[in-house]
């Protein structure tokens, strides 16, 4: 070990989004010692790109709010997948992580009585979206980060981490390099926080930056741990679908939110159609289908897309509600969006499967492995309401963080071995792509799978598709399995792109043996072959992928039984 940088901490925590943060804010402030490791740079996490708001149930705006009402709509959203504890953690204790978010500086949008102010989102019955306009995420990192250094950890930013290192079935730390140089670096640690969010780079039009490979996922995985849900992949409806330069770019739920109507080529306002109720504030799956239908029957906008119009609430209110939008239109397309539609589509945005963990305290399936955000599975089920991942990171990040300082409490350190063999495997498999005399080109192998994601494991899924795009990742694996890099380990994107893709095929290959799997349609998985909800069978279980050898197992496992007083609240109306 002493061949390489080595850092000794009680927790290492992987990923400074969000629940990274929160996670390393409460385990520094249960007196451990922390180490926080992100990719990029502090602070530039995807939770910054996060627009909309905070959903918590405050009842600052409709009084009738409270954690029974966020409960039952996150439930509902999440068609019933949701595991059923964590959704009512989140609904209780969210408008605390809110409030003590104020407490440490955050600045929201005020009501006239100087209450943070709420907005509307698809799914929630309430206005329960605390917000900053629309650079919401912005203002909470900025909050978190500064907590967070003030709070005594140790962060170690542009290190990217590609291997978990166990003693035995217990975590022993990490293993990875840093970005620049392109050295080894190894983590000692009692217990690891993985938080290093979603996935969307695996798909060819996604809201997600180039971070978002899957990294904890496959750490999770090829650990032992378990990942479940990983069929729902959530296709947010509004991306940007023109210029091509900027296709998939999110285009930020808060417009339909503040009031933005939804038209096809022929001018209907089409969600009368499929939500006539809800309308434009439907669920994200349920608009993203409609938008895809309405573009397949041949009443798509000119660029495959739908018209969304805001501009009834004239320029002021626009640019003080979206200033956001209204630079992105602007910069991006040449559009004013105060004065006429903006045009949109579906774009791959959020990763409802993650890592099995418990309710209490983000434990996963393998002793001192922790997890909490978006890596983490079973919070949202089947789809995710708008405004729930931040609230989930700040709630479960918070855990985790509680959970991982604990459990380093508890064991002795001092006996935690790690394995010269693992170590010098983790970076033997780090520099092959540098020995292969012949060999693929990892941008060529990225740039197939995410065709193959986008075609096959999309929007719509069918048997044969879903068949077909197995066999095409199985022929991505041997691709990638000889890659060839040239150039040096200093600062050198393509030989790290050669990690991120096996991260991404192991993400891949769980997506579509979790989607061919599921032979019914719910929440954001779509089935043409079977196009109704199987409550009877498929309504009970959780898909199930863990390792098995060098093979990937797939199954299924019960829901936990739900208690009857919240059975109650599931069965009341608003
Ligand atoms: C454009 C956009 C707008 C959104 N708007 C909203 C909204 O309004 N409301 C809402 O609730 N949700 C929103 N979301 C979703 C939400 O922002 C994300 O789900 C959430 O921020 C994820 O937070 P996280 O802490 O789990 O991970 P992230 O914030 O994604 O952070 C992941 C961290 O992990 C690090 N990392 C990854 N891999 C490694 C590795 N191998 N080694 C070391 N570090 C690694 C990264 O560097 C980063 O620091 C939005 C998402 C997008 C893309």
Redesign the pocket.
Known sequence: MEKYETHVHDVIV???????LRAAIEASAQGASVGL????LLG????????????AALANVDVKDNWQVHFRDTMKGGKMLNNWRMAQIHAQEAPDRVKELEMWGALFDRTNDGRIMQRAFGGHSWKR?CHVGDR??LEMIRTLQEKGIHSGMDVYME????HLLKDGERIAGAF?YWRESGRFVVFKSKSVVL????I?KAYKIT???W???G??HA?AYEAGAELIDMEFVQFHPTGMVWPPSVKGI?V???VRGEGGILTNSKGERFMERYDPQKMELSTRDVVARSIYTEVKEGRGSPHGGAFLDISHKGPEYIKRKLPSMYHQFMEFADIDITKGPMEVGPTT??MMGGVRVQAENGASTVPGLFA????AGGMHGANRL????????LVF?RRAGLGAAQYANEINGDSLKINEDELEQAAREMLRPFENAHGENPYTVHSTLQDVMQNYFGVFRIDEGLKHGINELEKLKERASHLKIEGTRLYNPGWHLCRDLKSMLIISEAIAKSALQRQESRGAHSRVDYPNTDDYKWGKVNSVITKDGESMRIGVSPLPEMPEELKRIIAEDK
């Not at 992987?14 to 990274?20: F, K, S």
């Not at 290190?159 to 590609?162: F, P």
């Not at 909490?372 to 890596?375: K, R, S, T």
Request: aromatic letters at 4%.
């Open positions: 992987i990923g400074a989004g969000g629940a990274g490791v992100c990719k990029s530039k996490a995807h939770t910054v790109m996060a627009e909309g708001g905070i959903a979206l919401t995420g290190c990217t981490i590609t990875g938080a290093t969010g979603g969307g809201s997600n930056s971070e978002y490979t990294d904890g750490l999110l930020t739920e808060a945005h959020y909490a955000g978006e890596v708008g405004g729930n991942s931040l609230s989930d990171l990040g």
